[in-house]
């Protein structure tokens, strides 16, 4: 079997970047992004990137880093109200962005990665969103046709990985992840934990090892909290 | 007296039922399941990809990984699923979510929303919102009756770019309980007033076509 396994974001890297690539980003705010393939991303000095993610991070860390650096031309995400850098950004015409509703979002990427090119949803037709797209009406309702996205890499990440490539997620850091890692022509994961092959259950994994071309183990992570709320006690 | 925000909340609270799959917005929204009635069994659902969401932890009990859509980090009730972003928007744009609760800066009578941006300023994006009020079963919108400027938010119609056509049913303010003819050309119309506050008062600040029965 082909060896997918790496040692770390750089190697697994080698050889897939350039300028101008359409990167499909797994994570919702800070919960299961890839940490350690963006901070790689930012070392290799890239640019020209298009970056398709749920959000943009916020300042000092996921895509916030790429967008610091002045790495990123365009962003298609549904939410990117907590990052500074962005909104400065994208006020002085530096920065391209196409908003997308999140369920639309998924359903491009999980569409893309099957092999469907398009698909019509009742999201957003009569609004900013619909314009200048195909409206079809299906048993008396407006539906309007969305796009399947495929970009070139995927940068996931996940809980525990095998050495063939399966991969688990971790609660709400599953996401966008699974979509992701199905909607490029090469899927690079990054994992919490990197298990041998026959490790995991078979009827637990997330991912199935055909997504998954290239992976590593980034631990240690110190997981990151955006809104860190709690009860008293 | 209008309502406060927590009345509004427990106003709002009333419209569950025991059994339903419910997501809420940021705000007013949230409190709502502070209000949850007793005899009431409710399974919330946050679109980030987690069913049954539960209270927020304990300082000892934060799991980074379990949040909710605003990022705050939530804990697990019994029964919890999580699920990826696609499968979460499948149950939302496939009719599976029974109540939709958000906040909203404009609501026209014919039920269109427009709760995501302000031409002009920085837009931070519609997030799950368009997605919500497309697919969920119902929707309930609570809002404060005027804007900050003192501008009425119920209105013949938006000003604002949309969310949603034909979306709202029912709409919780301060000032009372109204329901949204979204498929029909009835209006607003008045079901029940705040505590104190006067149909007149409530004429004075909506310029939707109102129906007081």
């Given at each position: 079997?082909?060896?997918?396994?790496?040692?770390d974001?750089?190697?697994?890297?080698?050889?897939?970047l350039?300028?101008?690539?359409?990167?499909?980003c797994?994570?919702?705010?800070?919960?299961?992004?890839?940490?350690?393939?963006?901070?790689?991303?930012?070392?290799?000095g890239?640019?020209?990137l298009?970056?398709?993610?749920?959000?943009?991070?916020?300042?000092?860390?996921?895509?916030?880093?790429?967008?610091?650096?002045?790495?990123?031309?365009?962003?298609?995400?549904?939410?990117?109200?907590?990052?500074?850098?962005?909104?400065?950004?994208?006020?002085?015409?530096?920065?391209?962005?196409?908003?997308?509703?999140?369920?639309?979002?998924?359903?491009?990427?999980?569409?893309?990665?099957?092999?469907?090119?398009?698909?019509?949803?009742?999201?957003?037709?009569?609004?900013?969103v619909?314009?200048?797209k195909?409206?079809?009406?299906?048993?008396?309702?407006?539906?309007?046709?969305?796009?399947?996205?495929?970009?070139d890499?995927?940068?996931?990440?996940?809980?525990?990985g095998?050495?063939?490539?399966?991969?688990?997620?971790?609660?709400?850091?599953?996401?966008?992840?699974?979509?992701?890692?199905?909607?490029?022509?090469?899927?690079?994961?990054?994992?919490?934990?990197?298990?041998?092959?026959?490790?995991?259950?078979?009827?637990?994994?997330?991912?199935?090892?055909?997504?998954?071309?290239?992976?590593?183990?980034?631990a240690?992570?110190?997981?990151?909290?955006?809104?860190?709320?709690?009860?008293?006690? | 007296?209008?309502?406060?925000?927590?009345?509004?909340?427990?106003?709002?609270?009333?419209?569950?039922?025991?059994?339903?799959y419910?997501?809420?917005?940021?705000g007013?929204?949230?409190?709502?399941?502070?209000?949850?009635?007793?005899?009431v069994?409710?399974?919330?659902?946050?679109?980030?990809g987690?069913?049954?969401?539960?209270?927020?932890?304990?300082?000892?009990?934060?799991?980074?990984?379990i949040?909710?859509?605003?990022?705050?980090?939530?804990?697990e009730?019994?029964?919890?699923?999580?699920?990826?972003?696609?499968?979460?928007?499948?149950?939302?744009?496939?009719?599976?979510?029974?109540?939709?609760?958000?906040?909203?800066?404009?609501?026209?009578?014919?039920?269109?929303?427009a709760?995501?941006?302000?031409?002009?300023k920085?837009?931070?994006?519609?997030?799950?919102?368009?997605?919500?009020?497309?697919?969920?079963?119902?929707?309930?919108?609570?809002?404060?009756?005027?804007?900050?400027?003192?501008?009425?938010?119920?209105?013949?119609?938006?000003?604002?770019?949309?969310?949603?056509?034909?979306?709202?049913?029912m709409?919780?303010?301060?000032?009372?309980?109204?329901?949204?003819?979204?498929?029909g050309?009835?209006?607003?119309?008045?079901?029940?007033?705040?505590?104190?506050?006067?149909?007149?008062e409530?004429?004075?600040?909506?310029?939707?076509?109102?129906?007081?029965?």
């Amino acid at each position: 079997m082909a060896n997918k396994v790496y040692k770390d974001a750089k190697s697994a890297l080698d050889g897939l970047l350039r300028d101008d690539l359409m990167l499909m980003c797994g994570g919702f705010g800070l919960v299961g992004i890839p940490d350690r393939l963006i901070e790689a991303v930012r070392d290799s000095g890239v640019k020209g990137l298009t970056c398709v993610s749920n959000n943009a991070g916020i300042d000092g860390a996921g895509l916030g880093l790429l967008l610091e650096s002045g790495q990123v031309r365009k962003m298609i995400s549904s939410y990117v109200g907590e990052n500074k850098t962005f909104a400065k950004l994208y006020l002085e015409g530096k920065l391209e962005l196409e908003f997308n509703p999140q369920g639309t979002l998924a359903e491009r990427c999980r569409a893309g990665g099957a092999g469907i090119p398009a698909f019509y949803t009742k999201t957003g037709v009569g609004t900013l969103v619909s314009e200048g797209k195909e409206i079809r009406n299906f048993d008396g309702e407006d539906y309007v046709m969305e796009r399947g996205l495929v970009g070139d890499i995927a940068l996931v990440k996940a809980w525990k990985g095998d050495t063939a490539g399966n991969l688990v997620y971790r609660k709400a850091a599953r996401n966008f992840n699974p979509m992701m890692a199905t909607a490029a022509k090469i899927c690079v994961a990054e994992v919490e934990e990197l298990v041998e092959v026959g490790q995991l259950d078979p009827d637990h994994i997330h991912t199935p090892a055909v997504f998954v071309k290239r992976l590593f183990c980034g631990a240690p992570y110190d997981r990151k909290i955006e809104q860190r709320t709690i009860r008293k006690a | 007296m209008a309502w406060t925000r927590d009345q509004m909340a427990a106003r709002a609270a009333k419209e569950l039922k025991d059994g339903f799959y419910v997501n809420l917005g940021i705000g007013i929204p949230t409190l709502v399941s502070n209000y949850v009635p007793e005899d009431v069994d409710i399974t919330l659902q946050s679109e980030n990809g987690m069913l049954g969401v539960g209270p927020f932890p304990l300082d000892n009990e934060v799991d980074p990984d379990i949040i909710n859509a605003g990022k705050q980090t939530v804990t697990e009730v019994k029964g919890t699923s999580y699920f990826s972003s696609a499968d979460s928007f499948a149950m939302i744009r496939g009719g599976h979510i029974d109540l939709s609760i958000l906040g909203a800066m404009e609501v026209a009578e014919n039920g269109d929303l427009a709760n995501w941006m302000i031409p002009g300023k920085m837009v931070k994006g519609m997030g799950g919102a368009m997605d919500l009020v497309a697919g969920v079963k119902r929707v309930i919108v609570t809002m404060e009756h005027v804007s900050k400027d003192g501008q009425s938010k119920l209105l013949k119609e938006c000003t604002l770019p949309l969310t949603g056509k034909r979306v709202v049913d029912m709409v919780i303010s301060e000032l009372g309980v109204f329901s949204v003819d979204k498929h029909g050309p009835s209006g607003i119309t008045l079901l029940e007033l705040a505590d104190g506050v006067t149909v007149d008062e409530v004429k004075a600040k909506t310029k939707a076509t109102l129906v007081v029965r």
